[in-house]
């Protein structure tokens, strides 16, 4: 019998209190979001004032090349997922494909693992998964993913030290040798945890594990690529260097659970840490303002869109709605 005075112990009979399942620690919860996205906003506007709204507006990308791009890695996961989830449930997932638009949306544009509500949510109802089957492989699924990304974002801040980014960054930047250790810290101690659990967390074959740890890596890798070219395509004449910082930043803030709409606050990050690289600020910020705007605005029409179609998919209401 386990010792009811372990630490796992207290914090199993912390979580499981009352609070935490009350209107009242929800409205804390969604106030807590509200203020975060409130002072992003205040921060963004008080930063391109202060770079000058008509600079930016004048520096927005207008090759064409940009949009197609953005086009391009704004399906990547979902399709990626329709191919994930036809192995682990062997069900035919393109029938489907405006659920997991939506749940791009869900986790992307709302909060992060909100889509996973969702998605199980949808299966059980839609596919009529058992609740342990639907839930395991979206665990399984997610578990994979964050071993990737862990092991991809220390393979990039290593790249970004050897390189000597870091030192160019640190002139500027005094703490940033603080702020890169403590990124590749948390990646690799969360890795270490998730692999000594393994057996614990991680419910598919070995076989399966690899494949889905190679389809999450070559997904993040990809669209890291895609991003870096969409940058490039706007302003060609940046040093690689600069988009890679960019690169490297996106996938810390990545890592960092449960912040409503990620690439709000990477707009925040980019637009801040713009001042510090080598290139023309404005023309840089315009790039992340663009970028943004282009992800909200398709956010908006995907959610609207699907919410028609996934009629005909007899998918669930979103969890949020009921």
Known sequence: MADQSSPLARLREFAANDYFKSQRFKRVLLAARIALLAGVFAYLIWRLSS???VAVLQALPTAPLFYLIFAVRYCVLPT????????LWSVPMMPYWPVFFRK???????????????????ARATLRLPDKTAFAAIRDSN????????LITVLFLLIFVWQGMADTLSTNTPNAWIYILSAGFIAVFLTAIIVT????????????ALWLLGMHGGRMLVILLLLGAQWASALPTIP???WWLFLTANLVLN??????????????????LAEYVDGPEAAIAAVFVASSALTQLTNLLVFAGTTFVNGSSKSPRDPESS
Do not use: C, Q
């Open 255 to 272: 890592r960092l659970p449960f912040l409503p709409n990620k690439d709000l606050m990477f707009l925040g990050l980019g637009v801040g």
């Open 197 to 208: 659990f393994r057996r614990h967390l991680i419910g598919v074959s070995h076989d399966t």
């Open 143 to 150: 578990v994979l993913s964050a071993i990737a990304s862990n």
């Open 104 to 122: 791009r949306v869900f986790n992307f544009g709302v909060l992060d693992y909100s889509g996973e509500a969702y998605f199980l949510a949808w």
């Open 240 to 242: 690689l260097s600069v």
């Open 51 to 53: 770079i000058g709204w």
């Open 80 to 87: 990626t997922e329709m191919l994930i989830y036809r192995r």
